[in-house]
Every structure is written in C-alpha cells, then in structure tokens.
C-alpha cells in the first residue's frame, strides 16, 4: 500500500569550513519575527520536465517541490517566504551562484536554490542553503528517488533547512492519521484517514461500516493501534498500513479503548472497562502477555508512557473528578500532578520528556495546555468552545488537536476540525482536511 | 414587546419543566418498551447515580423483562458533549451498568444484560445547550432479540 522509500543523500559541497553562521532562527521564544526566506523555483531542464509531465502529468517539477518546501517553511510560523514576482535571479543561475547584492535588496536573509533532474527512471534532487547577509552557502545536498516521491523530497529539504536553521530536527516528513468524519451529529459517520503532514495524499483506510475512534502510531513503525466498534463490540484493534492486515489487541471480555505505544512499539497501553469499572492494562505485542496496572474503583483512562518507557501518565477521576496522574510503568507510586481550577484529561508526554499536554475544561471551555511532568508550570495555549486530544509533533515543538464548534438553536452547524498550534502559543491555525476531522496523531519522521 | 416577554417566560419555564438540577426529566426523546415502560433514564453531569425517577423507571423494565422471559435487552450508556472523548466512553460505561446493576437487583439475570457504551458519540440532541446535553445523558435499554 504505502510505498517503501529510499533515498539517497549524498553531500555534494559542504563548504569549506562548517563555521556558525549568522542566519539562525529561535523557536524557544514566540515569533513574532519570521525570517525572511527566499524559495527559488528549482531549476529544471527541458527534458525532465517532459519525461515528468509524461509520467506523473506534473508541469514544472521544480516549481512544485519549491512550493511544497515553501507552504512547509510558512506553515511553521518561523519563516516569511517572499514573494517571487520581486526575485530577480534566476532559478538555474543562483543555484550556481547568487548575486547576494540582489537577494538582499528584497530583504531574503536566506536563499534556497534546487535542480531537478530526471536520470535512469530516478528523480535527482540537488538544494542549496545560502546565508544571504553572510554571502555563504550554509548546506548542500541530493537527494534520488522514484518521481512519485516527489513530495517528500520537498518535505525532506524542508527538515534539512529547519535542521540547520534552528538546530532541532523538523517534523515535516511525516504523516498524520485521524479519523475523517461526515453526516449529522446524531449518526456521524466516521472513518480512519491518512494524510501527509501538509494535508495532501489523504486516504482512507476504513470504510465508514463501523464506528472507529482514536487512531494512534506506533512511534517505530507502521503500525496503528485504535478503537473500532466492529460487530458493536468496542475493542482496542492494530492495524498494520503498509499492508490493511487488522487484528483485536488481547482477548477482553469488555470495551478495551484509550489505546497507546509503548516508547520502544513493544506494549500497548490502554483502559479495559468492566463492571462500571476502567482500569489500565498493557500488552505485549510480541509474547502477548496482559499486565494490570491499575487497580482502583475509579475511572483510570487515558494512559501516555513518557519516552523513556519509565512512567505513565493517566487521567483518573479518584479525588471525585477528572485529573492528571503520574505512576511508575508497573503502576506504583502514583501522584496527582494537576492541581488547578477545572477538570484535566488527555495527558500525552511529551517526545522530549519535560512536558506534558493536557486537555483542560473550566467554566464552561475547553483549553489544550501544557505543564511539567511534576504539575508545574502549567501554561494555557488556547480556549474554546470545545477542544481536545492534543498530539506531539516528533521534535516536541508542535501540537495538533481537533476542536468542535457549537451548534445553534436548531442543533445546526456543527463542524470537527483540526487544529494546531506552537508549543509558544503562537501560531495557532487550521489544518486543512479533505472533510471534518477529530483524533489526529502525529507520526514519527518518516526518514531519519 | 409582552409577547417577547411571554414567550421567552414560556421557553424558560418549559426547560425548567424539563430538567430537575441539571438531570433530564421530560419525554421528548423517550420511547416505550412496552406500553408504560420507558426505554430509557437520566443522569446528572459527571454523574452516573440512579435518580428515584430512574429507578422507577428501571423497576418498570425490569418488571416486563420479568414478564417477558425470553427477552435480552443491552443498555447503552451515553455522555454528553462537554467532556474528553476517552473518558466519556469510560462514563458511559459506569452509566449502563448502574442501571444494569439495577435491574439485576431486581431479578433479572446478568446474561440476560449485555453493556456497551458510545460515550459521547451519539447524541439523540444536536444541540449546545444544557437541555440537550441532559437528553444525552442516558442510559438506554434496547430489546436484543
């Protein structure tokens, strides 16, 4: 199903000596201040755009995988991407060497240059990286691959740049999985979807027959663990996406839901209900053995390991209402960690291990929010009318959630859609979807 | 001007009619097992306590399970709209099987119960408002067989 890629990145000039240079960007602050970038078009020759627009029915290669690279560095909210109307190079002849004198005239504090050339059945992707105030190149690389790649090979220059410029690993070659959702409120119909990170080759991997709930990937693979209400039996499902081979996780005799990996794809985590009861269980994927992990009459749900695979946290409602606990991975030493006004749920650790973000309800709204491990710290990014279920972005920089609109007097208007938003509280924006949308979950990067 | 007035008196009034604190207690939404048996009861936010007109409700169905032997029934729990997914599937859960316990109280067997909970996933209201979020708060028993 999905296409196994290899590319080859082959530095083709490191400049001569890797010395700081003075375009970086800061993500730690929020920002206000974009950096001006200039995305030239990729140069490509005449018969590479034939042979493409012959295979894949693409015009101008080059132009598209700058756009991908563009749409990327905006979306993040770090970048400016200037206008190309006001380049005066151009796109083959900069890649060689820019007139810095004319990039900095329209204010590009950075310049990223490509060629594409289509050789022996494979797409040959060469950028460059330049510093315009600096007047150096700053990074060099190629990349091969079959030419319906030809997205990811945008995404993939985009990490590199991010890389470099911010000197944290990106999150842009990755993929989002959530369910897809359509109908009105009383008998919505809802499917599991893949997309791209950017919103684009969304498929759908379920039919609709079913109701089918919180999809979340495995962190090391391809695998994808979910809710589905299959014969209106509600369990915990894995489903393998390369190949649509989907099996129950353990054997139950009640709804098993709320499912999650293990840091390392091993376990599953998840809550069983029975009785009135919900409880946190794990299981091994690999000798299939079922661990309890709590035990307490109250609802445990909503477990997150931390990414050293060492503790879990968890939503309970044992002092009377909803809260954030933090145990030990076998369930001892369990402490309440949220102490504000309100009600929390939906803890999710945090890819880097400090934080965790949570969902937050008080007085009527819904807040995605994110706090230390031992309940400090507690920082709100966003309100609304409804929110939840936030998702990291592999590097811990980025939240995706989904929010829900409120009808009006008639029960009409309701829409799902997701959102996300910088771990700053800045640039909080739509994530443009093919249909409404809810439970998204952030894959790890696909290339690393 | 007086009519505005009337009207909106008469609106307040008929959502007061319709919920006590904030659990539902009118009949637009229910329907009947049997002739005087409603299908299904009415919980507070947060909350899955058996209300006295829940349990009225509860003997009532339990009394025609009893008279209708060969009947399974599966009563399916529901939360409203303003809580996080996962644990409103949790509460549906702990609402289906207070009134589950119930009717077991009452002599009606266990396997005769089956439980399933949709959480906050199907609403019988589409509404934002508190009264349609008391509507779907529910547990609701449905014939098996």
Redesign the interface.
Known sequence: MIKKIILTIILINLSTIHSKALVEVDITRGNLDPLPIAVSPLSADKATNNKLKKELDINEIGVKIAAVVENNLKNSGLFNPLDKNAFLQKPDIAHLKPRFEDWSLIKAQALITGKVIFKDEKLRVEFRLWDVLAAKEMMALAFTTVPSNWRRIGHIITDKIYERLTGEKGYFDTRIIYVAEEGPKTKRIKKLAIMDQDGSNTKYLTLGNELVLTPRFNPTNQMVTYLSYFRNLPRVYLLDIETGVQEVVGDFPGMTFAPRFSPDGKKIIMSFAMDGNSDIYTMDLENRIVERITSHPSIDTSPSYSPDGKFICFNSDRSGYQQIYVMKKDGTNVKRISFGKGLYGTPVWSPRGDLIAFTKLHKGKFYIGVMRTDGSGERLLTENYYQEAPSWSPNGRVLIFYRETKTDSEGKGFSAKLWSIDLTGYNERMVITDSDASDPSWSSLLSN | MLACLVLSACATKKVQNQMQGDVYTGTDTVEYLASGVPDRVFFAT?E?VLTTASRDTLRKQAEWLRKNSKINVVLEGHAD???????N???G??R???AK?YLMTYGISANRIS????GK?????????PL?WSKNRRSVTVKAN
């Not at chain 2, 439980?115 to 949709?118: A, L, P």
């Open positions: 947060n899955s709209e303003r809580g996080t997914r996962e644990y599937l949790a509460l859960e702990r289906a099987n207070a316990d439980v399933i909970s949709y996933e199907r609403p019988v209201d589409s509404g934002s408002n349609a």
